[in-house]
């Protein structure tokens, strides 16, 4: 057998052995939730976290370091969701109780992450960090289309000023490298 050919044959099992073929990427966001001092107000809707509408994986970072297109991509998974207080520092999550992550595409949505009993894990200041439980959904479909959102819907009551949070969003990406 040729060198050549066996070049062929084994090239694609190097390739796959050291793992070119999947990567990691990360998304991050950011959202206020109005205070409302003395007051014992329920959460309203959470409005939308910038930096995870309307994200387009054909001009993310790591997509164009590994040389791949959302086309390219065979599956995608939440590996990680954080979320942190960023400010004030005194801030602590007691009030939220509960928090639900979806993605969503083209008029479909998928629950990717949750978490309940918040107010009762005593994350305390400063700027503490959850992090979520994950479900097993296939994100593929919702990477590949033209755009993607990250939406969130939450139970709780509204803290006593404004506070920032931050989400950080980890993706294990597969793509066909063939």
């Not at 084994?10 to 003395?38: N, R």
């Not at 791949?68 to 005194?90: E, G, H, N």
């Not at 949750?114 to 593929?140: H, M, Q, S, T, Y």
Request: hydrophobic residues 40%.
């Amino acid at each position: 057998m040729s060198s050549k050919r066996l070049l062929a044959i084994l090239s694609p099992l190097l390739l796959l052995s050291c793992g070119v073929d999947t990567f990691e990427t990360t998304v991050q966001g950011s959202t206020k939730v109005d205070g409302a001092p003395g007051l014992l107000k329920l959460l309203p809707a959470f409005a939308p976290f910038e930096g995870l509408t309307n994200l387009d994986f054909s001009s993310n970072q790591e997509f164009e370091n590994q040389g791949v297109d959302k086309s390219d991509v065979d599956s995608v998974k939440v590996t990680r969701l954080t979320l942190k207080i960023a400010s004030p520092s005194d801030q602590d999550f007691s009030f939220l109780e509960s928090l639900r992550f979806y993605a969503a595409a083209d008029g479909k949505r998928a629950l990717v992450a949750k978490k309940d009993g918040i107010d009762k894990l005593d994350l305390r200041a400063p700027n503490p960090v959850l992090v979520f439980d994950l479900e097993d959904v296939e994100l593929a479909p919702f990477v590949s289309a033209p755009s993607m959102s990250i939406e969130v819907e939450g139970t709780g009551r509204q803290p006593e000023s404004d506070t920032t949070l931050e989400a950080e969003v980890t993706l294990r990406v597969d793509v066909n490298v063939f």
